[in-house]
């Protein structure tokens, strides 16, 4: 089943611009990830969150984690051609075997 | 460096045919390793995980299998393949104390006709 429901599904911007990804999950959570899908390839682990942070940096990315709201989001600055990929939430939700439970993704295009 | 691979990249096979994915990671020992499926357009559904050579876990009851024959390999199997299996199949490893980051292989596209 799908913990996480990114919002929106698709997002369309001009280089330059910031994106902003949203993801909400339902049940409790031992961190949330972000990952990174090229159309057709694997996906790549951009951030990690835990459950007792409150927003975390990586170079152009922000993402911020609201466990009363149970809601994260993902800020990518300065938005490049080369980011238009799909864009996924995880929740790690414990129960062994650090499985990962995936949203359905926003996909960003970044346009010249 | 670790590196994981997967075999085949894409495959078309006939409804009822049997089907092997193989998955193989190196540069670590003792990993945990996933297999998801990907709808087109859709998010990663988790079919297995598996803690260490003969320790799978199965998460949707469907017609695949999976095996752990070696520490670093992880297989994906059906005996007669339906047309709903057709997806994108990713396989992916953890490992190391927090085990919180999953790396993920190039993925195996299967059509089922």
């Known amino acids: 089943s799908q913990q996480g429901e990114e919002d929106p599904q698709a997002l369309s911007i001009q280089e330059g611009e910031n994106a902003t990804m949203n993801c909400s999950y339902k049940?409790?959570?031992?961190?949330l990830q972000w990952y990174r899908q090229n159309s057709g390839r694997g996906l790549v682990h951009l951030i990690l969150?835990?459950?007792?942070?409150r927003e975390k940096h990586s170079g152009r990315l922000r993402v911020t984690l609201d466990t009363s709201k149970k809601s994260s989001s993902l800020l990518i600055t300065a938005s490049r051609a080369a980011d238009t990929a799909s864009y996924f939430c995880?929740?790690?939700?414990?129960?062994?075997?650090?499985?990962?439970?995936f949203g359905t993704g926003t996909q960003l295009k970044v346009e010249l | 460096s670790q590196t994981i691979h997967q075999w085949p990249a894409t495959l078309v096979q006939p409804v009822g045919s049997p089907l092997s994915l193989e998955c193989t990671v190196e540069?670590?020992?003792?990993?945990?390793l996933y297999w998801y499926r990907q709808a087109a357009g859709r998010g990663l559904q988790l079919l297995f995980y598996?803690?260490?050579?003969?320790?799978i876990s199965s998460e949707v009851p469907q017609n695949l299998s999976a095996s752990r024959p070696q520490d670093r390999q992880f297989i994906l199997s059906s005996k007669k393949l339906l047309l709903s299996d057709s997806g994108f199949y990713l396989c992916?490893?953890?490992?190391?104390?927090?085990?919180?980051?999953?790396?993920f292989g190039p993925g195996t596209r299967l059509t089922v006709l």
């Open positions: 992916a490893w953890s490992v190391g104390p927090q085990q919180d980051t999953q790396y």
């Open positions: 049940t409790s959570i031992n961190n």
């Open positions: 969150i835990r459950s007792n942070e």
């Open positions: 995880a929740t790690d939700s414990g129960g062994g075997g650090n499985k990962l439970t």
């Open positions: 540069g670590t020992s003792n990993p945990n």
């Open positions: 598996s803690i260490g050579i003969d320790q």
